[in-house]
């Protein structure tokens, strides 16, 4: 990833903190779209001078198809895309409101949709690119009380399966990974730690998503990869 231009969304959140400095480690000139002040400051702490001086925070809300198009367009060239936004939300069919069921899939769905819609028209331009999104084990194996988010997280996968193939005469490819539960602060918030030795670490599920980034996995496209941990 050398001197690869990376967008690299939710770069400050649970896995990001993974992500991001596997990225750098790797050479890559990343561009992380924030939403709030708090995941940058948490993210900033655990990284070096240098290795800052390599990112580039944009405020952007992914959610809006104006500010992607924007963002996109500054960067010029986008080589990788990494689209780790997305988001959790559980409940009942019976008793989910249509609210939150937009909301899922707005931040899980479309979000995918935005930046690889936005990224694709520079790749194409440039002859090449790595895509890779993040699904879940809930988007092949829907359980109860999942519905919205297996849903979105399934939409995901018929999404960057679709990119794959429209691309691959391009030098484009397209992949998403299916994490279980990541050992996230959040996660171990709201579940405590007795059982963080069956998750997947961040640290773990970035070295998987930079080799689905880099150009040795050029000839993988449409890859759904469970990544579960000891799940
Ligand atoms: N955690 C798990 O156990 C788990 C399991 C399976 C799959 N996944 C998937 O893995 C991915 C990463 O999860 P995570 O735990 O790292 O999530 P997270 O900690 O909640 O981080 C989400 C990131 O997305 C950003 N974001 C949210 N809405 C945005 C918007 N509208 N525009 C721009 N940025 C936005 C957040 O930025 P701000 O903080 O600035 O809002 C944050 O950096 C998600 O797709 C998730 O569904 C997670």
Redesign the pocket.
Known sequence: MKGKQVLL?????????GVTPAVLARGGVVTI????????KRLQETLSAASLNCIRFVK?????EKQVEKLVADMGRVDVLI??????SMGPTHQFSFEDWGQSLA??LN?TFLVCKHSLKLMRQSGYGRIVT?????GVKPTAQLAA?SAA?AGVIALTQAIAEENKYFNITANTV?????D????RQAMGTDRIDK??K?ESLAEVICFLASEGARDIRGAALPVYGNI
């Open positions: 969304t939710g770069g400050t959140g649970g896995l990001g903190l779209p924030y939403h709030s002040e708090t995941g940058i952007t809300d992914l959610m809006d689209h780790l936004v997305g988001g959790f931040l899980n979000t993040v699904s879940s084990g809930a988010y997280k299916l994490p279980s539960i990541i996230t602060p959040s996660n998750w997947v961040p």
